[in-house]
């Protein structure tokens, strides 16, 4: 790996540790209370590599195969690293997908939870589960709608025996994100639920404002991925 690489991946994340400490400052929350993950999508293990040794642990991947294109020749050597799927899962990925993160960003359907619920039997591997809500109720978007989160928190719970630990979204790129992060905040409230996967590059410091316990921040960390992966 070129020095250069690496001192641009760690320079940038120290920058986003400082903004993510000043919103934490600013929220009056302890900045432990966070889970910074760095989506390494479309980017090379070499970059991940960079990450690690500058001290980052959390990591998302959107597909399943990038993920185990990268990730398990990397957990020897970082028995620590967490891998978050963020992106959407097709049910027949759903065991490889236990096999190989620790945290499911993506539920958002009743044959989801079953098909993952089924793997995790098999495998014996219990990754803790978030619902992604469209919290926009965009047609082309994944995520359940506001009106079926109830109903599939209930059903996940309930009927496959998931853990639920939160919520997730992604709020529509042409609105303002923080009507969005406060209405999963208050949903996840509702339901009692601890975690609040919200922020990205442009708006992780909002979130954290709003209560995030997770923000998924790529570009200001790698950098631009190529323009044809943009909304993957
Ligand atoms: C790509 C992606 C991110 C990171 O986006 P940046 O704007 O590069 O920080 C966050 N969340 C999800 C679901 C993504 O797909």
């Given at each position: ?38 989506v390494s999508k479309t ?5 991940v ?10 990591f998302g991947e959107n597909r399943v195969q990038e993920a185990a294109s990268k990730f ?11 891998l978050h799927l963020i992106g ?12 190989l993160f ?131």
């Open positions: 790996m070129s020095s250069d690489t690496q001192g641009r991946i760690a320079t940038a994340l120290a920058q986003v540790h400082d903004a993510v400490e000043a919103a934490c400052l600013k929220a009056d929350r302890p900045s432990d209370s966070l889970s910074l993950i760095a980017h090379p293990a070499e970059a590599i960079a990450a690690l040794e500058a001290g980052q642990r959390h398990p020749a990397l957990r020897p050597d970082w028995p620590d690293l967490q959407p899962l097709q049910t027949n990925k759903a065991e490889e997908a236990v096999t620790d945290v499911i960003h993506t539920l958002d359907r009743p044959k989801l939870a079953r098909a993952l619920a089924k793997a995790m039997d098999k495998t014996g591997r219990r990754p803790a589960c978030l619902i992604q809500v469209n919290s926009g109720a965009e047609p082309q978007k994944a995520g359940c709608l506001p009106d079926e989160l109830e109903a599939l928190y209930r059903l996940a719970t309930e009927e496959t025996g998931l853990e639920i630990k939160g919520l997730m979204c992604i709020p529509p790129v042409d609105e303002a994100p923080a009507p969005h992060f406060q209405f999963l905040r208050e949903r996840a409230r509702a339901l009692d639920l601890p975690w609040l996967s919200m922020g990205m590059s442009g708006d992780y410091e909002t979130a954290i404002l709003l209560g995030a316990t997770h923000v998924r921040v790529g570009t200001a960390i790698f950098g631009n991925r190529p323009p044809a992966s943009a909304t993957r």
